[in-house]
């Protein structure tokens, strides 16, 4: 089950893609690995304009592993994260292959 997590902005929204990298997604993985993430990935545009400005791909189990690790304990902690990087809000996308 694979969910994608995306951002939404202009040239001037605040998104600090190293701290996303190398803090946020870490944050994810030690949160939601214990429910069944198995893995994350961010992507981000070639070039800085408005629309879209990162995608955060999350790879879970199944989805009994999705929709525990989004309603666990550690939600807070994980959104509470978000200020420090962007002043997007995040929106979340299931994608089922077909």
Do not use: N
Request: glycine share 6%; with cysteine.
């Amino acid at each position: 089950m694979v969910v994608y997590v995306t951002y939404q902005g202009t040239t001037q929204t605040r998104f600090d893609h190293d701290y996303y990298v190398t803090s946020h997604l870490p944050l994810v993985m030690r949160a939601w690995k214990q429910y069944g993430l198995v893995g994350v990935s961010a992507f981000f545009p070639p070039i800085v304009q408005a629309g879209t400005i990162a995608i955060c791909e999350c790879v879970f189990r199944d989805e009994v592993a999705l929709k525990a690790a989004f309603t666990s304990a550690e939600v807070p902690e994980v959104m509470a994260d978000v200020p420090r990087f962007t002043d997007s809000s995040p929106a979340r996308v299931r994608a089922v292959g077909l």
